[in-house]
């Protein structure tokens, strides 16, 4: 654990010695921030409810955490620093996982700082704790997952721009998927599959203040699916 704990602040602070991180997470906050209030009218409204706001933070990640999980392992391709973390006394699990918290970390902060404005909004209207941190805990599910998903084509991608590109195509596909299959009219097993494979489907229920055990299974399911994929990954470029 030392190793990668080691490897996570390692990679900390690479990421704030960016300008990237810093952009990242004031895009976020930004877009979440004025999507609520100007595009979807949340005065206007008249309700005191934020399920709109944790829908936007779902689909703000398909581009977040891309733009995060980029430079993960193709930015140590580019620069020539990829053979040598491989050469250090480190498992290709232990540099998985301490990436991992790393870009975790960062998500982390992002989402942290996004608290301010519910406990704002709560002063116009009745909120519900238990339905707000029901919320927040679907964010950091999803949010976890996603980075996973990255890192997971960053390791397959050869520069940060495909490794952007792959993991915000892919967050787009799952989060959409269950959305094709009502638009396209599937139904049965065909539906089911995508409802399954959909963040947004399992998102769904936290974004009401609904805490489902079947729906944290499958974050942390996807999460550890992409974990395990991406040292085999790495492992496997060593060897070739």
């Known amino acids: 654990m030392r190793a990668v704990l080691t490897i996570a602040r390692r990679e900390m602070r690479s990421s ?33 409810d934020l399920r709109q706001y944790f829908d ?8 977040v955490i891309p733009a995060i999980t980029m430079r993960s392992w193709a930015e140590e391709r580019r620069t020539g620093t990829y053979e040598l973390l491989l050469t250090l006394p480190f498992t290709e699990v232990q540099l998985v996982l301490g990436k991992f918290l790393a870009a975790f970390g960062l998500a982390l902060i992002a989402i942290l700082l996004t608290v301010p404005l519910p406990l704002t909004v709560s002063l116009l209207g009745s909120f519900d704790p238990g339905v707000l941190v029901a919320q927040y805990l679907g964010v950091v599910m999803a949010a976890g997952a996603a980075v ?8 397959l991608a050869k520069n940060q721009v495909s490794a952007f590109l792959g993991a915000a195509f892919a967050m787009i596909f799952l989060v959409f998927i269950n ?31 609904v805490a489902d055990s079947r729906d944290l299974a499958y974050f942390v399911a996807v999460g550890a699916l992409f974990i395990f994929l991406s040292p085999w990954n790495l492992g496997r470029r060593k060897w070739s």
């Open 56 to 63: 936007l933070m779902l689909k703000a990640f398909a581009f």
């Open 179 to 209: 959305t094709l299959s009502s638009f396209l009219g599937m139904g049965g097993l065909v539906a089911a599959v995508f409802n399954w494979l959909s963040l947004a489907f399992h998102y769904e229920a936290f974004a009401r203040g």
């Open 148 to 155: 996973a998903l990255g890192q997971w084509v960053s390791s």
């Open 16 to 48: 704030f010695n960016s300008p990237v991180a810093y952009g990242v997470i004031i895009s976020f906050l930004l877009f979440t921030a004025v999507s609520l209030f100007f595009l979807d009218a949340f005065f206007t409204r008249n309700q005191a």
